[in-house]
């Protein structure tokens, strides 16, 4: 899997990338990164990336050539001679669990442009990317928070970047067979089973017995519906969107609070 990062804040990337899984995903082989600083491919004295946008408002827009400049020349020397082109943008389509996945599952180079200022020429969106991709429902100063979270959640799935496979199957998120979007992982406690801080005054925060029982179907069934009371609470719009896969409380739309 190799992904190419095109952006004006190359060093954006230094500390992201030299951590955890991503950074032994890296060492490994299992993941590439390269990151493509934006203004190579300008042509003027001053390496100019933006302009006033047409129309009349505050503000820089990113231009189009040497964007457009910079996905050929990449594409050109991917495997293939071209490669996926992703637009980072607040316009574009929610990245979710489904989403990763299927970039992960992708053969061929991945390139991810970062905006900055206003944002792209719409252009790059209409004719360059294959896709626009949106992190959330919220406006970054730039794309490249983005593609560090594309980069981790897509490294993560490719096999072998984390040490027990089966561990990024039972996710929160993870795609149903069925396609849909999964529902939240089930709770995790780890010792002491019982934490006492002298400021509860003799109380106690208690790990559920059932975990300690040893009883491993109880155990699965508590997960169970601990995942569903979790997903109920904090993401009823994932009970929506799944399908029957925890108990018949998961059937769409059956449980929204
Ligand atoms: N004017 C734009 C709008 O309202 O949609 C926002 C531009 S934002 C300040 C600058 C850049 O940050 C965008 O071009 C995009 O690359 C990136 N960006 C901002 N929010 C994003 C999001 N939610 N997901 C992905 N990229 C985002």
Same mark, same amino acid.
């Given at each position: 899997?190799?992904?190419?990062?095109?952006?004006?804040?190359?060093?954006?990337?230094?500390?992201?990338?030299?951590?955890?899984?991503?950074?032994?995903?890296?060492?490994?082989?299992?993941?590439?990164?390269?990151?493509?600083?934006?203004?190579?491919?300008?042509?003027?004295?001053?390496?100019?990336?933006?302009?006033?946008?047409?129309?009349?408002?505050?503000?820089?827009?990113?231009?189009?050539?040497?964007?457009?400049?910079?996905?050929?020349?990449?594409?050109?020397?991917?495997?293939?001679?071209?490669?996926?082109?992703? +637009?980072?943008?607040? &316009?574009?389509?929610?990245?979710?669990?489904? $989403?990763?996945? =299927? @970039?992960?599952? /992708?053969?061929? !180079? *991945?390139?991810?442009?970062?905006?900055?200022?206003?944002?792209?020429?719409?252009?790059?969106?209409?004719?360059?990317?294959?896709?626009?991709?949106?992190?959330?429902?919220?406006?970054?100063?730039?794309?490249?928070?983005?593609?560090?979270?594309?980069?981790?959640?897509?490294?993560?799935?490719?096999?072998?970047?984390?040490?027990?496979?089966?561990?990024?199957?039972?996710?929160?998120?993870?795609?149903?067979?069925?396609?849909?979007?999964?529902? +939240?992982?089930?709770? &995790?406690?780890?010792?002491?089973?019982?934490? $006492?801080?002298? =400021? @509860?005054?003799? /109380?106690?925060? !208690? *790990?559920?017995?059932?975990?300690?029982?040893?009883?491993?179907?109880?155990?699965?069934?508590?997960?169970?519906?601990?995942?569903?009371?979790?997903?109920?609470?904090?993401?009823?719009?994932?009970?929506?969107?799944?399908?029957?896969?925890?108990?018949?409380?998961?059937?769409?739309?059956?449980?929204?609070?």
């Amino acid at each position: 899997m190799k992904f190419h990062i095109v952006t004006i804040f190359p060093e954006f990337f230094q500390g992201p990338l030299a951590c955890g899984i991503l950074s032994r995903a890296r060492k490994a082989g299992l993941v590439d990164i390269e990151i493509h600083d934006l203004r190579k491919w300008t042509s003027d004295t001053h390496r100019t990336v933006d302009d006033r946008p047409f129309g009349g408002e505050e503000g820089m827009v990113m231009k189009i050539e040497p964007i457009d400049a910079a996905v050929a020349e990449i594409g050109s020397r991917c495997p293939g001679g071209s490669a996926w082109t992703v +637009l980072l943008s607040a &316009q574009g389509r929610l990245f979710d669990q489904v $989403a990763a996945r =299927r @970039l992960a599952a /992708r053969q061929d !180079d *991945v390139v991810l442009v970062c905006g900055r200022y206003e944002g792209v020429d719409e252009r790059v969106a209409q004719h360059l990317a294959d896709e626009e991709i949106s992190i959330g429902s919220y406006v970054l100063s730039g794309g490249e928070w983005a593609a560090g979270v594309i980069v981790d959640s897509v490294a993560r799935l490719c096999p072998g970047a984390v040490g027990n496979a089966a561990s990024t199957r039972r996710e929160s998120f993870e795609p149903l067979d069925s396609g849909g979007v999964g529902i +939240l992982d089930y709770p &995790q406690y780890t010792r002491p089973a019982r934490y $006492a801080p002298a =400021r @509860l005054g003799g /109380r106690s925060w !208690d *790990v559920p017995e059932v975990l300690l029982s040893g009883h491993h179907e109880a155990v699965a069934r508590w997960r169970r519906d601990a995942a569903l009371e979790k997903t109920r609470a904090n993401r009823p719009d994932l009970l929506r969107l799944s399908t029957p896969m925890a108990g018949a409380d998961a059937t769409p739309g059956a449980t929204e609070n």
